[in-house]
């Protein structure tokens, strides 16, 4: 798979749009995608860390200045017009047809979009603001908003699937990984994390440090991170080394500082989902317009405590930090809140829902009969199976042969690096088919189910476009089952009670 990803990073655009690119890229290239980095003037920093992660980078020409002309918002990010843009990237593409075009810019919309149609299969928006029209086919707003499920109704196409909400966050995969080793509850303050984002131009970091020394003798140590950019750097080292605080500039340690520390104060943004899902409990403050509604709808679902936006940085801490800071049940609250809206496999979720699982299909044929009888024979398939019997070869064979000769049936064998991971069956009826899914017991290679699903799906309608609905049954008690197919979107829409009785 062949991907393209516009996005830029600066002093007033902040880093947060480039990192969750970065991020998404990464989590493509395991998979085994060529991923194509578009930026203008990005910094030299960041230049090197797309190269240090495999990926290529084609620099835009910088324009002159006023050249900057649009109607958005933030139409002045951009450097340039959107047609001029559209140029630059369609000359650094030269010409070559890429499978998806990410782009992840506020300056940029449907007009920039459709230009650049030509030199993508599909194109994915990542956006917050909804304040635009988009022509994608796929949506990502990866924020939690009370009005989520409306937000972008007269802004994409129709036929676009929207991804919404922090279960998309895109977040480094060192993130899932401390999540499954954190210990118990954090139920003491010992070690408190200040982080306000790679830029952090007015210098929220300095105030909230003022801030804290002005609390007097804490008890808990104290973790400051800074971009490399950071406009007061200086003086920030400077008074860390003074009040003995640890700072940390350009770190790549960021999960494993959030691991270890029991409070944060910091921003909104990505931030606020890596947070989450390490169950750090956070005073967060708006550091740009488009943090203020984020943080305030999080806030109100218990996954951060954001106070009211207007008090200078000092005053607001000194008025809520002791909240958090005496209040170890709220503290609990707020991180169990957190874990469980945010899990870390936001990223794998979108490769999969692009394409991009690391998986193939095949209809299943006469050799793999063997396989299978011994695969549904397996002690932990046919515990979740509807009929739980152990199946005789001969039984077998009949029904193998019948899948295989019935037109309406479908039987698909996942491949992963050449390894079967899985099986997936689809009875079709008209315009409606049944799924059933099993992944191999106890398989070499390890394949999520959700991206075996979603593969699937995807060349069911590829091959089989007369299907416009899918249903599956689910025994009870099968907690996996239901989370599979709840995670990929399907609703109950019927429960089935069932009773055996006594004989007489």
Not at 245 to 250: A, G, L, P
Not at 407 to 420: D, H, K, M, S, Y
Not at 432 to 438: D, G, N, R, T
Request: glycine share 8%.
């Amino acid at each position: 798979m062949k991907v393209v990803l516009r996005v830029d990073a600066s002093e007033r655009i902040g880093t947060g749009h480039f990192m969750r690119c970065l991020t998404l890229a990464d989590t493509l290239l395991k998979r085994g995608a060529q991923c194509v980095f578009l930026s203008r003037d990005l910094p030299a920093h960041l230049q090197q860390l797309v190269q240090r992660q495999g990926h290529t980078l084609r620099h835009l020409p910088v324009h002159e200045a006023g050249a900057c002309v649009g109607d958005l918002a933030h139409s002045s990010w951009l450097g340039c017009d959107q047609s001029s843009d559209a140029a630059d990237c369609l000359t650094a593409l030269q010409g070559q047809l890429h499978d998806w075009l990410i782009v992840d810019h506020y300056a940029l919309d449907c007009r920039w979009e459709t230009q650049l149609r030509q030199a993508a299969r599909k194109i994915l928006v990542i956006d917050d603001l909804a304040d635009r029209r988009h022509d994608c086919d796929l949506l990502l707003d990866q924020n939690l908003y009370q009005d989520m499920q409306t937000r972008y109704a007269d802004k994409v196409p129709q036929t676009c699937h929207l991804l919404l909400g922090p279960k998309f966050a895109l977040l480094r995969e060192e993130f899932r990984q401390l999540r499954e080793t954190l210990a118990g509850p954090r139920t003491q303050v010992r070690r408190m994390l200040v982080f306000f984002g790679g830029v952090d131009a007015r210098n929220f970091t300095g105030q909230a440090l003022t801030a804290l020394a002005n609390v007097g003798p804490a008890g808990f140590e104290v973790d400051v991170v800074l971009g490399a950019q950071h406009p007061q750097r200086a003086a920030i080292e400077s008074l860390c080394q003074t009040q003995g605080y640890r700072c940390h500039v350009q770190t790549s340690r960021m999960a494993e500082l959030m691991a270890g520390a029991d409070l944060a104060i910091g921003a909104g943004g990505t931030a606020t989902w890596e947070r989450c899902s390490l169950g750090l409990p956070t005073l967060a403050l708006s550091t740009a317009d488009n943090q203020t509604r984020q943080l305030a709808d999080a806030a109100a679902q218990g996954l951060v405590y954001a106070p009211e936006p207007g008090m200078d940085v000092q005053a607001t801490l000194a008025m809520h930090l002791p909240a958090l800071l005496h209040s170890a049940a709220l503290r609990q609250l707020i991180s169990r809140a957190g874990m469980t809206a945010v899990d870390g496999l936001g990223a794998q979720r979108l490769a999969t829902r692009m394409g991009c699982s690391g998986l193939s299909l095949r209809e299943a044929c006469a050799e793999d009969s063997e396989h299978l009888f011994r695969w549904r024979n397996h002690p932990s398939i046919r515990a979740v199976s509807r009929n739980r019997d152990e199946i005789a070869w001969e039984d077998h064979c009949r029904w193998f042969a019948g899948v295989l000769d019935d037109p309406r049936r479908t039987l698909l064998v996942g491949l992963q690096g050449g390894v079967a991971v899985g099986v997936v069956r689809f009875d079709i009826d008209a315009e409606q088919a049944e799924v059933s899914i099993y992944l191999v017991p106890e398989g070499q290679v390890r394949c999520r189910g959700g991206d075996l699903l979603q593969s699937a799906e995807d060349w069911l309608m590829e091959h089989r476009r007369e299907v416009r609905q899918l249903h599956a049954q689910v025994m009870g008690g099968n907690a996996v089952s239901k989370g599979l197919f709840m995670a990929a979107g399907y609703d109950v829409d019927n429960t089935l009670f069932s009773k055996k009785l006594p004989e007489l």
